[in-house]
Every structure is written in C-alpha cells, then in structure tokens.
C-alpha cells in the first residue's frame, strides 16, 4: 500500500460516491469515519454509528466496499469495524467485517475505476429456465388445501415485477403439489414475459454447481449468473439444512436479487421455523416475504386431480374405483399417480377392466399396510372422509340422509373391527343407546346384501382400514 491510510479511506469514500446515489452516500457511508490502520495485519479499522449501519452495509454493500478497499488499498485488506453500541456511555464493539461471497480479481483498468460494482457482470443472454412445461397453472387442479398458495401463485406469475410476497415460501408434505406449482409460476411468467430470465433448480443441483465451481475456482461466475435471474425458483431446500457454504453464498445471491427487486420463490417439505441448522440471516429473510402452507388434498381434491388425468389419458375408470384410489392414497397426489399407472399396466397385462378388484390388488401393492388395531375413532375418521361429512354431524340426533348413514356404518363397522360391546360403541358414536346400535347393525348388514353399489362403498372403507394413513 502506497500513501497515508486516512487520505486512501477518504479516496474511497469518494469513489463510493461516484456508484450510490446521493441519498444513499448520505444515509450510510457519510456517517463512516476512519479510525486506525494496522500495516502489519493490513487491517483497516471503520468507525460505524450504529449496529443498524453496521448490518445494512454488511448487507448491502460489502461488495462494493471490498471492490473499492482492494482497489485503493491493495489486495488481501481486512476490513474491522468500531461500533458505537451505547451512545450515552460512548461504548464501541469490534467486529470482523464479513468476506463477501463476491471478491473479483481487483482490476486496476479503467472499469473499476468506472464502477465497482457487482452489478457490472456481462450482459445477460438468453438461459434455459429448467422448468417442466408440463406443470402449468392449467392443470394445476385447485380444492380446498391449495386455493391460498394457487391463487397467491398466479399473481406472483402474473405480477413479477410488484415486490408483494417477496420472497415466496411454500412448503408442505412430499407429494403434495409443491413442485408443481413453482412450476406452474414460472412457466406462467414466461408465457407472460418472454423476456423474463426464469430459472428453475433443485436445492440439491444449486449445491453441487456450486461445490463444482469452488473445485474449478469459479465461484464468481457461478454467483455472477445468479445474480442476473429476473425470477429465481428454488426446490427443496431443506436439503441445504446442513450445508453452510451453500447457504452463505445462496444468501448473497438471495440479498442481490431482492435488493435489485427480483422474485424468489422457494419450496421446501417444512416451515422455516423447522428448517434446523438453516442460517439465522436466510430464515429471517425467508420469513420476510410470504410463506404459505401447502396441505395434504383432501379426498375431493384427490378425486378431481385422478378425474382430470383420467380424462387427459383417455382412460375409463369406474366412479367407485376412483373414490376407491381417492381414499387410500395418503393425499399424495403422486402416489394417486403410481396406482393410476400401474392399474393402466395390469389390465393389459391382465387383459381385464379397471374395476374394484384390480384396484383393491394394485393398491394392496402399492401402498404399505398398517397392523395396528384399529379404534373407533379411526373408523369415524375414514367413514366420515368417505361420506364428506364431520364427526360433528355424525353425533348430532338430525335424521339428514348422509348423517344417518355415516352414522349407522360407524357402528356397524365398530362393531365388526373392534369387538367392544354395543354400549360402548354407542357411547363413542354420539352417546346412542344399546338398542340403536344393534338396530343399525341389521340395516346395513341386510343393504350389503341386496345393494350391490352400497357392498362396493363398504369394501372401499374397509379397504382403506388395511392401508396405513
Ligand atoms: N393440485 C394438483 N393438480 C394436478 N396435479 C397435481 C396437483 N398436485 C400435485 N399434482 C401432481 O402430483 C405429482 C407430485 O406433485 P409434486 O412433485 O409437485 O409434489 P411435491 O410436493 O413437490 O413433492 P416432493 O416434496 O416429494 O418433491 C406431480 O405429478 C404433480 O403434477
């Protein structure tokens, strides 16, 4: 380093004033004020007024800052900062300044000394946005546990520029949608705005391009490219949980695009708040935004999504055996899927139709069974989901059709599975007398035995009694 310190910080402030606007120099760099100078540690020492301007230049500008140091003051300057943590009693805290993800090569030519900036990357082209052109909007059935984050979705993808629900966070259990959706949101932008650089990865993906160009000295194209994503979307996340470099250097790329008003839409299997061994700065950020919670599909939801696909394959499958699927497939609409795919297979294998037998079959295949014994409670859970109704109105004395019946093969069906005696389960189905349950009993064992629909209804209960929840 050549020249007084002091003289070389107040040169660099200068330079900084050249690359921020007039109101930014003022509010954040004019309050900085030059404190010491270590030449053997080459260590330069700033004096912040506040912990306030301490974090937003950590934030905002310690690449510009690192850019303008190394230009003025040599490569490989440390930065520390004094800051006044109690202003009445003048006490000061000594903190390391953070070394930014981004430290270019310092380049004596003349664009640095035109600007430092991280933002002076090459002019962006044209990128393959990675996304499935399959998972739209259009076939993104909506029902009752999706209409929030689907509906939030679509005016993210309609509205990209409008910072509302920046960052977006979904998250909800595998097999839900998830995917899909993201998806959905930026082929939308696309559609919407060509122009638009969209890019779709895997959290998994993002940390292996990045371990790649550490291994290949790189990183700064890696976050360069980053940084000119106009909408970038990030699938499971939660896979970051125990990678700190990923996290750190995702957490300038994510600083750079929210600042410069970019979206960023994230998807993960669990809240933030869940998200352990996340960094604190990422989940604040994450938290800033929107998160929105996608649920299990209720059976309907699961009912529509398997008629629609039913419909676009050109398949014909009974009404009972999609109910049947519906109710056994643990609300993962990718499991509804795989029974789909594999009924298709069995009955050309089989050369049979796809009834309620061949379901019951691929089904048992399917998905894993449970051996616990089963309550009463659990046969009012899945009695009820069948019928759409709620235990509430299982218990009320109303005569409503779908009340009655819910209720009448509650108690047939607690009678058959769990052997209590006909007191009890009159007690835990609506406090009934003895009497009511074993009447109830003889109706549905004598409809069973003449209504051949109704026999299908009670086997597709029973059938979703053997699969584990
Ligand atoms: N509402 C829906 N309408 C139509 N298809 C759906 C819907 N929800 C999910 N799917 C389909 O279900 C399958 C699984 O969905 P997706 O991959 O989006 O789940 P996910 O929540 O991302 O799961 P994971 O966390 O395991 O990655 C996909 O084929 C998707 O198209």
Same mark, same amino acid.
């Given at each position: ?20 606007? &007039? ?34 230049? &950590? ?36 903190? &390391? ?97 060509? &122009? ?274």
């Amino acid at each position: 380093m050549v020249g007084n310190p002091k003289i070389l910080w107040s040169e660099c402030l200068q330079k900084i004033r050249q690359n921020v606007s &007039e109101s930014q120099y003022k509010a954040w760099f004019k309050t900085i004020a030059f404190d010491s100078f270590s030449q053997k540690d080459k260590t330069l020492t700033l004096r912040l007024p506040s912990n306030f301007v301490y974090e937003y230049l &950590e934030e905002n500008y310690v690449d510009l800052l690192t850019k303008v140091l190394n230009f003025y003051f040599g490569d490989g300057i440390q930065l520390r900062y004094r800051v006044l943590t109690d202003m009445t009693n003048n006490i000061s805290q000594e903190v &390391e300044a953070e070394q930014p993800a981004v430290i270019d090569e310092p380049k004596k030519t003349e664009n640095v000394n035109r600007s430092p900036s991280a933002l002076d990357s090459a002019t962006p082209q044209q990128i393959d946005s990675q996304l499935n052109v399959h998972q739209t909007f259009k076939n993104y059935i909506e029902g009752d546990s999706n209409k929030m984050p689907r509906s939030i979705g679509l005016s993210i993808a309609e509205h990209p520029n409008k910072n509302t629900f920046n960052p977006l966070f979904l998250y909800g259990p595998s097999g839900c949608g998830k995917t899909h959706l993201i998806n959905a949101i930026g082929v939308k932008i696309k559609e919407m705005y060509p &122009e638009k650089r969209v890019l779709y990865v895997s959290a998994r993906l993002f940390q292996v391009q990045y371990t790649d160009s550490v291994r290949q000295n790189r990183t700064n194209d890696f976050i360069n490219f980053y940084q000119t994503i106009d909408a970038l979307i990030v699938d499971d996340i939660q896979e970051w949980m125990t990678a700190t470099k990923t996290q750190d250097t995702f957490f300038h790329i994510f600083n750079h695009l929210f600042r410069n008003g970019k979206r960023i839409i994230l998807a993960s299997d669990r809240p933030p708040v869940e998200l352990q061994g996340m960094n604190e700065r990422l989940l604040t950020r994450f938290k800033c935004g929107l998160i929105a919670e996608l649920e299990k599909p209720n059976v309907q939801l699961c009912v529509d999504i398997l008629n629609c696909k039913i419909r676009r394959d050109g398949l014909t499958i009974p009404r009972n055996v999609i109910q049947f699927i519906a109710e056994t497939a643990n609300g993962s609409v990718r499991d509804l899927e795989g029974v789909i795919n594999s009924l298709l297979a069995y009955s050309v294998v089989y050369n049979s139709n796809i009834d309620m037998r061949l379901a019951e079959r691929v089904i048992k295949r399917a998905v894993k069974l449970d051996n616990h014994p089963l309550t009463v409670d659990d046969i009012l859970e899945r009695v009820c989901s069948h019928f759409n109704v709620t235990q509430t109105n299982v218990f009320t004395k109303s005569r409503k059709h779908e009340f009655v019946i819910a209720r009448q093969v509650s108690m047939y069906l607690a009678q058959k599975y769990t052997k209590m005696p006909a007191s009890r389960i009159g007690k835990l189905v609506g406090g009934r007398d003895h009497s009511t349950v074993v009447h109830s009993c003889n109706l549905i064992e004598k409809r069973i035995k003449v209504d051949k629909e109704f026999q299908d209804e009670m086997i597709s209960i029973e059938n979703s009694f053997k699969l584990k929840k």
